[in-house]
């Protein structure tokens, strides 16, 4: 049972930190520019923001979108954690299962703001027809590298005004941090597979044998 605790309490912290972090700047910070707080120098602050939909902003469109994203991180997180329990019933390597927990643990970070938020902070869009599974999720962290109109050539976000990098929370971290360390080691964590792809091929070693 302890090992299961081990990993899932890791899960646990991440969305704990999440929310609190979200909660601090929900009621301690001023919505958009006038609240943004400077950490370092103008390249890194706090600026409180909220996302209506998915990564970057975007959106589905429609009432039934916003309940289809919902729907389908509720889905992606019972997926995660069925996967959590059984990977750790299979006794991989433990810096993978943390991975694993970390991307558990900003799913529900995330997923939380989108089924209540709309209800304990009031911050559903306005025609949402209700509040519940309408939460818009709450983003903090701003690299602020580069602002400017992007060019009327380019699709999608084309014309219009823009910064460089999205502004993403605790949970977006952890998912972030979770799948970057999983391909950075992905051949300790997968020696198998990572011995079959540098192995010869057999008409390389037929070439060889000759």
């Given at each position: 049972?302890?090992?299961?605790?081990?990993?899932?309490?890791?899960?646990?912290?991440?969305i704990l930190i999440d929310q609190a972090v979200k909660m601090l700047v929900h009621f301690q910070m001023d919505f958009g520019s006038p609240g943004?707080?400077?950490?370092?120098?103008?390249?890194?602050?706090?600026?409180?923001?909220?996302?209506p939909g998915m990564?970057?902003?975007?959106?589905?469109?429609?009432?039934?979108?916003?309940?289809?994203?919902?729907?389908?991180?509720l889905v992606a997180m019972c997926g995660i954690g069925y996967y959590l329990f059984h990977i750790i019933e299979?006794?991989?390597?433990?810096?993978?299962?943390?991975c694993i927990a970390m991307i558990l643990g900003g799913a529900i970070g995330n997923l939380v703001d989108s089924?209540?938020?709309?209800?304990w902070l009031n911050n559903a869009?306005?025609?949402?027809?209700?509040?519940?599974?309408?939460?818009?999720?709450?983003?903090?962290?701003?690299?602020?590298?580069?602002e400017g109109y992007l060019?009327?050539?380019?699709?999608?976000?084309?014309?219009?005004?823009?910064?460089?990098?999205?502004?993403?929370?605790?949970?977006?971290?952890?998912i972030f941090v979770g799948v970057a360390m999983i391909l950075i080691f992905q051949g300790r964590f997968f020696p198998e597979k990572a011995?079959?792809?540098n192995s010869p091929k057999k008409e390389e070693v037929d070439h060889i044998s000759e």
């Amino acid at each position: 049972m302890n090992k299961y605790l081990k990993y899932f309490g890791i899960a646990l912290l991440v969305i704990l930190i999440d929310q609190a972090v979200k909660m601090l700047v929900h009621f301690q910070m001023d919505f958009g520019s006038p609240g943004q707080i400077p950490i370092f120098g103008d390249w890194f602050k706090l600026h409180y923001t909220t996302n209506p939909g998915m990564a970057f902003g975007m959106e589905l469109g429609s009432d039934y979108g916003k309940l289809l994203l919902t729907s389908f991180r509720l889905v992606a997180m019972c997926g995660i954690g069925y996967y959590l329990f059984h990977i750790i019933e299979k006794k991989q390597p433990s810096l993978y299962i943390v991975c694993i927990a970390m991307i558990l643990g900003g799913a529900i970070g995330n997923l939380v703001d989108s089924v209540f938020y709309g209800v304990w902070l009031n911050n559903a869009p306005y025609n949402a027809s209700t509040p519940w599974f309408h939460g818009q999720v709450v983003d903090m962290f701003y690299f602020d590298i580069w602002e400017g109109y992007l060019p009327e050539w380019l699709p999608v976000w084309g014309g219009s005004y823009t910064a460089l990098w999205p502004i993403f929370n605790v949970a977006d971290a952890a998912i972030f941090v979770g799948v970057a360390m999983i391909l950075i080691f992905q051949g300790r964590f997968f020696p198998e597979k990572a011995e079959i792809s540098n192995s010869p091929k057999k008409e390389e070693v037929d070439h060889i044998s000759e």
